[in-house]
């Protein structure tokens, strides 16, 4: 850097300028003398070897979080999007200008999880009632990214971000592509945003308006910086805000309130940096830190989307700033401050200035028609699949009955209702014969037809979509004939459903029209719940140990963290008993505990505590029913021809059926990895009663997971309300029935636009008998359905 020519010099002494000016140079000739290049300036050039970078990305490969703290960060490397786009899309990276208490030293937050970030944004958007708008999240995500990446990372936090990280991701976005002369939008091939939480010690003190301590001071949520022709720098003050409801956000305290804040902001930056009441020396200080983070912001800016030489002309402002001192004076808009409202409410496609003629500050409100439309990536496919489809069922004996075990044929159902296989024949395909079917004919449900049209309903059972459904509505409302209906329908397309029957209704009416099922009781477990899938790892052990303590815990809700790692540790001692933490034994040859041992152990205790003795009585009672003793082992649910109905209802007592269901799902989620990845949806995991088992962590897991594997997962619920979030997320198609009020508002939220929330949550609550809303991936609006009928 080149000894300045002009500037202001110090306030108290001209000398003090002078001396640190040659002071500087002279550390500049001897750095140069000492390399060889006398005569010539130094200069320090940081780069990344690809050894190196090899370096960063197993780092953050192997770790969650990576801080760096040092002179030259290489802040570059990661937010470079026009340079290195694959580097910058793989990272979300925190980075502010240097801190006071830091020294020289920048401070850099990193983390490879970019794509756990990305389903947390999806998460809020559902969260919002944004789920059903057409959103590129990787889109979004993207630009809240140029904004600020401590924006981004912010969705990993405890606290819910809610609708803020939105409306700044769009207001950016929308910035993006405004023209320089726009009413709303800033144009950011003029200038740069900084979030003002980036940078709050730059803002002057503001006091509260009430002088209540108490009370607190709103700061704004954007600066925009840029240049005015023959006026200097410009700062215009943007706070961004967001309401649920379209009245709440045109209320006029809001607008009010927005107005006065920025209008007092103003006041006080002018009085901060721009006054002669300041001090010569305190304002030179003021002005260093300002020029500092401009010029921070100035070069993300510059690597993002600011032109060159629009960066260059800002760079010479922000010098002119320094050199200039306290003649500098800022330019000023007329109404250049700026109000942005979010409301996922309102439906126009362009922003409305919602703001009085006699304010300073423009306000805007705009929604959700700014999101970016989904770009659908073209998948390669073949051009036709072939399916080998037996038309004759299996209805041989099974070799493998045992304990809990039945298989029913129905003479009434067989006369009365054509069989699978005739349901099976179509026009002159013969028994045996290959049916070729396009690759874009993928099995489909009909589910009912448009009360409005009279056009057929269907899901589609793909997986290159989402082949997962949840079926909401109260008893009585037609929930057990429509899933019948879609087992009828799964059996013709050769997709298998393995049914988890809480009520004796569903077998009987399945009897009646496929000719054989095949039943599993409660008398046992068929399998052992501790097998080990992965015999790769020594560690493999301790997550079986750690899934049946979660199952165990969600059977028992009233057991607290103690009590489950009693469970966890009692496991993981059977498994050390059996040899499974030598290092030098072959896990190939290891035989897993039994299932009881882990309760053995827990009863060996010779002091029990309370918690333990609590924990003990709990598993005890299920012990009472055997239920802890291994059946005669049972091939594979996922094996054989015929549908399966788990019958969790013949046993009455409601924690020997959590406990039956959770870890009959639990053999069936690990037996899954075994059959390996499928190229169609081969069968469907019916969840009848599916609150009942809402508290087990596993079906969330089980619905993000399956679908590569060839199962789709159906769940019929009265409530809506005790899913976890997540679940959402992993299901895009839902067939809502009449439910309740608190219900239907839950479910709206989560799946309806909340343009139609009102609306909807009113159809809902008035639904007539077999009729539904049809919510399916892809469509904006839900469909009015009438079901089908069991005997079309």
């Known amino acids: 850097m080149p000894r300045p020519k002009e500037g202001e010099r110090h306030p108290s002494d001209r000398t003090h300028t002078d001396r640190l000016a040659r002071l500087h140079e002279a550390i500049h000739s001897a750095v140069a003398r000492n390399i060889g290049a006398d005569g010539k300036r130094p200069a320090l050039k940081a780069e990344i070897s690809p050894a190196n970078a090899d370096d ?65 944004l999806a998460g ?40 803020d990280l939105i409306s700044l991701a769009l207001s950016f976005r929308s910035c993006l592509s405004a023209p320089a002369t726009g009413d709303c939008w800033l144009s950011l091939n003029e200038g740069f945003l900084i979030p003002a939480r980036d940078v709050h010690e730059l803002l002057p003190p503001l006091d509260s308006p009430t002088n209540d301590p108490g009370e607190t001071v709103t700061r704004p949520t954007l600066i925009f910086v840029s240049v005015s022709a023959r006026k200097g720098l410009s700062f215009q003050f943007v706070e961004v805000n967001c309401r649920r409801h379209l009245r709440s956000a045109r209320s006029p305290d809001l607008l009010n309130a927005i107005a006065h804040r920025l209008k007092r902001l103003r006041k006080e930056w002018n009085r901060w940096y721009d006054s002669e009441e300041v001090k010569p020396a305190v304002n030179a200080i003021r002005r260093a830190r300002l020029a500092a983070v401009l010029r921070f912001y100035a070069d993300r800016a510059r690597r993002h989307h600011l032109p060159a030489e629009r960066h260059e002309t800002i760079m010479r402002e922000i010098d002119r700033m320094i050199s200039k001192g306290q003649s500098y004076t800022f330019a000023e808009y007329l109404k250049g401050d700026r109000g942005w409202i979010f409301c996922p409410e309102f439906a126009s496609e362009d922003p409305h200035n919602v703001s009085t ?24 496919m073949a051009d036709t699949i072939h399916v080998e489809r037996d038309p004759t069922p299996d209805t041989r004996p099974l070799k493998d009955a045992n304990v809990g075990e039945t298989e029913r044929e129905t003479e009434a159902g067989r006369d009365t209702t054509p069989s699978l296989g005739q349901l099976n024949d179509t026009g002159n395909e013969t028994a045996g014969e290959t049916k070729e079917v396009s690759a874009f004919e993928a099995p489909s449900i009909c589910i009912g037809s448009e009360i409005y049209g009279g056009d057929a309903v269907h899901w589609p059972l793909t997986i290159q979509g989402n082949p997962h459904l949840l079926l909401a509505g109260l008893p009585g409302m037609g929930k057990t004939t429509c899933l019948l209906n879609i087992c009828k329908q799964m059996l013709i397309s050769g997709v298998r459903p393995l049914i988890f029957s809480y009520h004796q209704d569903i077998d009987e009416r399945l009897e009646k029209i496929v000719d054989s099922v095949r039943y599993i009781d409660c008398y046992g477990l068929g399998f052992n719940p501790l097998q080990v899938i992965d015999r790769n790892s020594r560690l493999a052990y301790l997550d079986v140990a750690g899934a049946v303590r979660d199952i165990f815990t969600a059977i028992f809700p009233e057991l607290g963290d103690i009590q489950g790692e009693h469970i966890r540790r009692a496991i993981k001692d059977s498994f050390v008993e059996a040899g499974w933490d030598t290092a030098t034994a072959d896990l190939s040859k290891l035989r897993e505990p039994e299932f009881k041992r882990f309760l053995e152990i827990l009863k060996a205790d010779p002091k029990p505590d309370r918690g333990l003795r609590t924990l003990l009585a709990r598993l005890e009672e299920l012990e009472d029913y055997g239920f802890f003793e291994l059946a005669e082992t049972r091939a594979s649910l996922w094996d054989g021809e015929q549908p399966i109905v788990i019958r969790i209802h013949t046993t009455q007592n409601d924690n020997l059926q959590k406990a039956f269901a959770s870890l009959i799902f639990y053999g069936l989620y690990k037996d899954m990895f075994r059959r390996g990845i499928q190229d169609r949806i081969t069968h469907a995991v019916i969840f009848d009663e599916a609150h009942r088992a809402a508290g087990l962590k596993l079906i969330p897991t089980m619905a993000k997971e399956c679908r590569k594997y060839g199962i789709s997962l159906v769940l019929a619920s009265q409530e809506a309300r005790d899913f976890e979030r997540s679940l959402f997320s992993a299901i895009a198609n839902y067939l809502v029935l009449r439910l309740t009020e608190t219900d239907a508002r839950s479910l709206v939220r989560m799946v309806g636009s909340s343009r139609q929330e009102r609306e909807l949550i009113d159809k809902i609550k008035q639904m007539d008998r077999f009729r539904a809303l049809c919510f399916s991936e892809g469509k904006k609006r839900p469909s009015f359905v009438n079901l089908m009928d069991l005997e079309d």
Request: charged share 20%.
């Open 124 to 163: 809020t958007l559902n969260q919002m009632g944004l789920a059903n708008e057409p959103c590129d999240e990787t889109d979004l995500l993207r630009h809240l990214k140029a904004l600020s990446g401590r924006l981004a990372l912010r969705l990993t936090g405890h606290s819910e971000p809610g609708l």
């Open 357 to 380: 003629a006699e304010e300073e500050t423009e306000i805007f409100l705009f929604g959700p028609n700014l999101l970016p439309e989904p770009v659908h990536a073209s998948r390669p």
């Open 56 to 120: 960063l990305h197993r780092l953050h490969h192997l770790c969650d979080w990576v801080i760096t703290l040092d002179r030259n960060a290489g802040l570059e490397f990661f937010d470079s999007p026009q340079d290195s786009a694959e580097t910058y899309s793989a990272y979300v990276v925190d980075c502010v200008p240097a801190r006071a208490d830091l020294g020289s030293l920048q401070l850099i937050t990193s983390t490879g999880n970019h794509d756990e970030i990305l389903e947390l």
